[in-house]
Nanobody, 127 residues
Framework: QVQLVESGGGPVQAGGSLRLSCAVF????????MGWFRQAAGKEREGVAT???????TYADSLKGRFTISQDKEKKILYLQMNSLTPEAIGMYYC?????????????????????WGQGTQVTVSA
């Protein structure tokens, strides 16, 4: 069994930064795909960024250059560094994981194709 626990969300002013973390607990494997998703109120969950065990990354086009996904393999923690935040970033952020050789589809990979999910961490950006 795998458990994902997100943290690091909270309120921030526009232009500010936040770093989200996702700790992985339980049985893990050497090949995996992990992603961050965002869900705004009343909207569907959308992919933000992905990273796989070979450290290949993909990003939503609108976030390139401002968001960075990374991982600490030894500590089993996934990160999402978010800079220059705007109110459009408001939402619940989830990390997800699936054991694959790579992230098939990259950031376009659908949420239902991930088996493991965290409970989410809320990000609020004030103008």
């Amino acid at each position: 069994q795998v458990q994902l626990v997100e943290s690091g969300g909270g309120p921030v002013q526009a232009g500010g930064s936040l770093r989200l973390s996702c700790a992985v607990f339980g049985n893990t494997y050497s090949s995996y795909c992990m992603g961050w998703f965002r869900q705004a109120a009343g909207k569907e969950r959308e992919g933000v960024a992905t990273i796989d065990s070979d450290v290949s990354t993909t990003y939503a086009d609108s976030l390139k250059g401002r968001f960075t996904i990374s991982q600490d393999k030894e500590k089993k923690i996934l990160y999402l560094q978010m800079n220059s935040l705007t109110p459009e970033a408001i939402g619940m952020y989830y990390c997800a994981a699936e054991y694959l050789s790579y992230c098939i589809g990259g950031v376009a990979r659908k949420s239902e194709e991930y088996k493991y999910w965290g409970q989410g961490t809320q990000v609020t950006v004030s103008a």
